[in-house]
Every structure is written in structure tokens, then in C-alpha cells.
């Protein structure tokens, strides 16, 4: 699959998505309390694969400014709906992917990422774009699944039979030291890495970073 093949399984995927349950509660407050008390108030946001919307509506009365931005329109469409049923004066939303335009670089006090690196075609590329995205200083705060760190059969045979036939997006099958690593090469400096499951075995660290 394509990127644009990548996009439109998301469009189609979206209204399904939306409605879908979140799978652990109880680590996805930890990670937005978390996430919470990383921001200040006069922080500018930026959120890349904020899909339809959720965690910024969350998030955004925390800070000065909140971009959620993701590839897929339907998604970006199902946030506006959201946002114009319950306003919240600081976020806005955006089609756009991280390489966009429209993102100036060195304009972000903290940029977040969630459930969104191991979908990306180039992650040391994205990586050094997120990089320039930061204000000096600005930090880099992820939470994403390493299936490098998984059942083999997922990512070996699984994911790749879902993605010949139209069932699964693209997925980078890195390791969560492989990503430090890999963060550690575009500039950043690792604060914290944390788990936030709810029990049992969890690969999806959370990871704080500040831009060197």
C-alpha cells in the first residue's frame, strides 16, 4: 500500500473508528493527565495523527493553542464535527501531514504524537521534521506501539496478510529501543519513558523528549 492507499483506509475506517471504544481507560487518562501537567498555558500545540479529534478536545484548554492535524480528511471532518458541538476556543483541526506546508518549523512548544509514529512510511525522516517543528527547547511527547517488541507472528505474517488485502495500513515494525535510538540520531533528549497500561505486558511506551 501506498500512502495515499494508506489515507484512504483511514477515511473509509473513520465513522467505525470514532465509535469505537477506547481499549484501555484507565492508561489513557494516566497518559492525558500526564500529558497535562507536561503543558503550560502559554504553550503552542501541535498534535500530528490526532485522528478524529478525541485527545485534543481533551487537551486543548491547557494551552495557548492546539493544531490537530491528521493525513486522512474524514477524520479531520468527524473532529470538526466534534469541535463545533463542544467549542473549545484554543484548538482548531487541519488535513495535513507532518511534512505540510502550512507547519511552520521552530513555531511549537511541544509537539505530541500518539498512536501515530509506527504508521509513518520514513521515521527518521519524520523524526528530524519534528525536530524542526519545535521551538528551541520545545518537547517531543509520543505513545506509540512497537511491534519490533511483539509477537513475531503479528508483524511477520499477520499485519503483512491484512495489508495485501486491503485490511491494514502500513506498519513499522520497530523496537522501542530502536526508537529511542532513532530519536537520539534527530536531536532529542530523552526525559522519561514511561508505561501507562493498565497491568499487564503493554509495548507501547510513552516517551518525553526535548529538542538538543
Not at 43 to 59: I, M
Amino acid at each position: 500500500m501506498t500512502l495515499s492507499n494508506d489515507a484512504r483506509f483511514w477515511d473509509r475506517s473513520a465513522r467505525r473508528y470514532s465509535a469505537s471504544a477506547v481499549s484501555d481507560p484507565q492508561g489513557y487518562e494516566r497518559t492525558l493527565r500526564r500529558t497535562g501537567e507536561l503543558l503550560a498555558k502559554s504553550d503552542h500545540v501541535l498534535e500530528l495523527g490526532c485522528g478524529t479529534g478525541s485527545t485534543a478536545l481533551r487537551l486543548a484548554a491547557g494551552v495557548a493553542s492546539y493544531l490537530g492535524t491528521d493525513f486522512s480528511p474524514a477524520m479531520i471532518a468527524i473532529a470538526q464535527e466534534k469541535l463545533a458541538a463542544a467549542p473549545v476556543a484554543a484548538l482548531s483541526f487541519l488535513a495535513a501531514t507532518a511534512d505540510d506546508a502550512a507547519l511552520r518549523a521552530g513555531q511549537h512548544d511541544a509537539v505530541l504524537a500518539f498512536n501515530y509514529l509506527h504508521l509513518v512510511r520514513d521515521l527518521p525522516g519524520t523524526l528530524r521534521r519534528i525536530h524542526a517543528l519545535l521551538a528551541d527547547g520545545g518537547l517531543f511527547i509520543s505513545k506509540t506501539p512497537c511491534l519490533g517488541d511483539m509477537n513475531p507472528l503479528i508483524r511477520l505474517a499477520l499485519l503483512p496478510a491484512m495489508r495485501a488485502i486491503g485490511k491494514a495500513p502500513y506498519a513499522g515494525a520497530f523496537s522501542a529501543s530502536a526508537l529511542e535510538r532513532q530519536l537520539a540520531a534527530a536531536g532529542f533528549e530523552i526525559l522519561a519513558t514511561e508505561i501507562h497500561a493498565d497491568g499487564g505486558s503493554d509495548r507501547r511506551p510513552y516517551i518525553v523528549a526535548r529538542k538538543g
